[in-house]
């Protein structure tokens, strides 16, 4: 805990700390994720003269997220500070430390929804199809048609081990957010690529390392280390735009939605547990369509200019 939080902020934020991580079994990302979000309302409460949990109230809350916003934070990173917040408060009240929530009824701002930037089709078949010029590239393109074929997370994908996959029946056993666990469809490239990799990966390898993707060290490889080689990839088989894993699973999903329009199907195979998640995707479809369809309807094509406007007209009167 930093020095300059006080025991009275402080010892309350570390006794729910250890509740987040022994009796709700969260994860060390997601605990650290509250961590600093709690330290970050305490370090503002001091600045405001509290240093009582049990004297903040609702209007403090509204204070402290007006001051998020002039900061430059989104409504969606606001909302997560609230969350956890919210989270704290229902511990303090179990605990008897606390009378009320103050965050109960505080909303985040709105911000508008940026869709995730996706790859378009031939791309992605492009960089996977590049072949690969030294051992490594045959692990990096085997983690990349994996995660395309499946959809995976960057943690998902890092976490598989050998047994998680079933070559012959073409399937991937998952452990998702929240330890669910999930059975995926591999596809055949995929599953090629694996079948290329094996045999490096044994010359990598000792025999009790479990995870199917390792370093050069022959230890389960990093998430860093995956987001590296990815954008690696993309230079040099020649992409126009930086890749990061999170495009490969939202390409994955606009490209399956695009195909099927089944919605749920996608939800499931994304590992999405609510289905508002997922229809994100819808609106980028959509965008597609409309620039397909600017382009290509004789009644939506946009002009530049108001001369070209007339010189199409003109050459349109003369067909």
């Given amino acids: ?40 309302l305490a370090i503002w409460l001091m600045e405001q003269g509290s240093t009582q949990w049990c004297a903040v109230s609702g209007h403090d809350l509204r204070r402290y997220v007006a001051n998020l916003s002039r900061q430059g934070l989104s409504g969606r990173s606001i909302a997560r500070h609230l969350s956890a917040v919210r989270r704290f408060y229902q511990y303090l009240l179990r605990e008897g430390f606390a009378k009320d929530n103050p965050a109960l009824d505080i909303r985040a701002p ?63 056993r998952v452990v998702g957010k929240g330890g ?26 000792p025999e009790t390392e479990p995870a199917l993707f390792v370093s050069r060290r022959g230890d389960r490889i990093s998430h860093r280390s995956v987001q590296a080689r990815l954008s690696r990839w993309g230079i040099v088989k020649g992409a ?17 939605l695009e195909s099927s329009g089944d919605l749920r199907a996608v939800q499931e195979l994304l590992g999405h ?8 995707y819808t609106h980028l479809d959509f965008q597609h369509l409309a620039r397909v369809y600017d382009q290509s309807h004789p009644r939506a094509r946009r002009r530049s200019s108001r001369g070209r406007d007339d010189q199409n007209a003109g050459q349109e009167g003369n067909t």
């Fill in 1 to 40: 805990m930093p020095a300059q939080i006080p025991d009275e902020l402080g010892g309350h934020m570390a006794d729910f700390m250890q509740h987040m991580a022994s009796e709700k079994r969260h994860s060390p990302r997601t605990c650290d994720s509250y961590q600093q979000d709690l330290q970050r």
């Fill in 110 to 172: 709105k911000s508008s929804r940026r869709l995730p930037r996706v790859a378009d089709v031939d791309q992605v078949n492009s960089l996977l199809d590049a072949a690969p010029d030294e051992p490594l590239e045959v692990r990096d393109r085997c983690m990349f048609e994996l995660m395309y074929s499946s959809g995976l997370r960057l943690a998902e994908l890092a976490s598989l081990d050998v047994n998680s996959v079933d070559c012959k029946a073409g399937e991937a």
């Fill in 180 to 205: 669910k666990t999930r059975l995926l469809p591999v596809g055949r490239k995929a599953l090629d690529a694996i079948s290329q990799w094996l045999p490096v990966r044994a010359g990598l390898a």
């Fill in 240 to 256: 126009d735009q930086k890749l990061h894993p999170h495009m490969l699973r939202h390409s994955f999903a606009s490209h399956m």
């Fill in 273 to 280: 547990a609510d289905i508002a998640t997922t229809q994100v």
